[in-house]
């Protein structure tokens, strides 16, 4: 089976070696090269032909949101994984919109680091890091911002994905990344799951059974 070939970007020689150390016990993964400054990236991509690249967002010389829609411009089937110690909910945000493949903030168990890459190179969204405390302080029990409850209603709707984000206005990597943040709140693993707590919850309107009548009203 052939490896699964990652570039790293990162600047500290510490973190490049922890990463290294992380994923030595991943045959399937192989390591084809490191840069420790951005302008450094996009050379090594063209000459390692990566399938993924593992990207710190602070690099010196061209930072990583740059290097990152360089990437996606010039090499688009390659993949890009931004691995920050970063964990503001806009910035990783931006850099989906940006297309990143996935989102790992540094507090990442070292052992789950090669799964997360492996998902991402599969196609599937991954993002991983703690909430923030203003995710904490939302109104509503779960504590839901204003959008993820929006996101909420349609999935229980029964909208895919891309419904969603045409109706908000928003990119379907966007719409992933809450949908990913609301299944952690609610401590669910599907979207069945979160259509009924929604329902449970008074977040949304159960449908009717099909053949229901509407109860008349009583004058």
Known sequence: MAKLKVLLADDHPLVLTGIRAA???APDIEIVGEASSGA????????????LVLLDLRL????GMLCLERIRQRHPDVKVVILSVLDDPDQIVQALQRGASAYIVKSI????LAAAIRQAASGKFYCLGPLTPEERKQDNEAGLSDREVEILQRVAQGLSNRAIAGELWLSDQTVKFHLHNIYRKLG???RTEAARYAYANGLAEAPAPVGAQPCPRVA
Do not use: I, R
């Not at 450094?40 to 399938?51: G, N």
């Not at 010196?60 to 930072?63: A, G, I, T, V």
């Open 23 to 25: 994923l030595a016990g």
């Open 40 to 51: 450094q990236v996009l050379p090594l991509v063209a000459h390692t032909s990566p399938d």
């Open 60 to 63: 010196p010389e061209l930072d």
């Open 109 to 112: 168990d070292s052992v789950d």
């Open 188 to 190: 669910v693993a599907n």
